[in-house]
């Protein structure tokens, strides 16, 4: 229980570190970007869109 409380403190500290900052805006809209081309693909080849 102890190390996991510790890596979960070792991990907020990463992720809400202010220098990483760019590297995470950089990838939050990663699933989106990513989904928008390959989702519409898929509705034409299935007859979903006009």
């Avoid at 950089?26 to 034409?44: C, S, T, Y």
């Amino acid at each position: 229980m102890v190390v996991l409380a510790i890596l979960m403190a070792g991990l907020y500290f990463w992720v809400f570190n202010p220098k990483n900052r760019d590297q995470f805006e950089q990838h939050r809209d990663f699933v989106n970007e990513n989904g928008k081309e390959e989702d519409m693909k898929r509705e034409v080849e299935h007859g979903q869109t006009k």
